[in-house]
């Protein structure tokens, strides 16, 4: 029993990497203003790049970069359409997961069979031999710990920065930043890009490193979990990393009580990350007045310099 423990934790903090990436690029775009229903259909059209792209190159590196740019790309066109055509954005965001769901199956089928060259593994000399802690933190892919180190770089950009204030400033009223000479909608635009990035890494994460595999829908609901988890985290970037791996847990428990024998039908733990994100959303919504104050003021709605 005890010797499963560090294995549990070592696979919840590979789960919530997954999501931290995802949550944190969403978190940019909400900082801005701009709410981005399309994760999960970047995620998945970010995964195919990746995965396709470490096919033909043998590099998860470029792998990384072809999934990060793949999610600019789908995010630029979101952009456009909602920050410069005034396009609704909740429509405008399911458009774009629909579309990335689709895209994504029909250009994938001829890498269903392929396979990835031999997975290098990444242990910390001097730390990975330690009982219990080295199995559990510090045998991770760097990604892992790139991830804990974009949270704080995040902390630091949003509250201590200029330029993290002006996105700020933006996101709360874009009227008072144009009026003081801001470009809002290039702001907007450079916010939705990164945060698709994020989302195209945490894309090509999955299909790379976490399930080195393609399969149609491989993402697997996780671009929805992710949004959820930006208002769960009251949109500060250290509650997103938390909350990432609060719902990695919840999802590896699901094997980690299949592996101890416990009798409970597979459907039922296969919704447990579901159940959570419900959950979590029913609690969120008992208290408007809360989730009010620390949202965005101007989330979701658009914005015409001459009007």
Not at 53 to 63: E, L, Q, R
Not at 236 to 260: D, I
Not at 267 to 274: A, D, E, G, R, W
Request: charged share 10%.
């Amino acid at each position: 029993m005890m010797e499963a423990w560090p294995l549990l934790l070592a696979t919840t903090l590979s789960a919530g990497t997954v999501l931290a990436f995802a949550a944190l690029g969403l978190l940019i775009n909400e900082r801005a203003g701009i709410l981005n229903l399309g994760a999960e259909g970047m995620m998945l059209v970010a995964a195919l790049a990746g995965y396709a792209t470490v096919v033909h190159t043998g590099n998860d590196w470029i792998g990384f970069a072809a999934g990060m740019a793949a999610g600019a790309l789908m995010a630029a066109s979101f952009g456009y359409l909602v920050i410069w055509l005034n396009t609704n954005q909740y429509a405008t965001g399911l458009a774009l997961s629909l579309f990335g769901a689709g895209f994504s199956a029909f250009m994938g089928l001829r890498y269903t069979k392929e396979t990835l060259p031999p997975r290098a593994h990444y242990d910390l000399p001097g730390l990975a031999d330690l009982p219990f802690a080295g199995p559990a933190l510090f045998r991770h892919h760097p990604l892992v710990y790139v991830a804990v180190a974009l949270t704080v770089a995040m902390i630091w950009f949003l509250y201590r920065s200029r330029a993290g204030l002006v996105l700020r400033a933006v996101g709360e009223s874009p009227e008072s930043a144009h009026a003081l000479g801001y470009p809002v909608r290039r702001i907007r635009m450079a916010a939705v890009m990164a945060g698709g990035a994020l989302c195209g890494l945490s894309g090509a994460y999955v299909s790379v490193v976490y399930t080195p595999s393609w399969i149609e829908g491989l993402i697997a609901g996780k671009g929805w979990i992710a949004l959820a988890l930006t208002a769960f985290a009251t949109w500060r970037p250290a509650r997103v990393l938390l909350g990432a791996y609060l719902f990695g847990g919840v999802t590896m428990l699901q094997l980690h009580l299949q592996a101890e024998g416990i009798d409970v039908p597979s459907q039922i733990l296969s919704m447990l990350p579901y159940l959570a994100t419900i959950a979590v959303l029913v609690l969120i919504s008992r208290n408007a007045a809360w989730t009010r104050v620390n949202m965005p003021a101007s989330l979701g709605k658009p914005f015409s310099p001459g009007g």
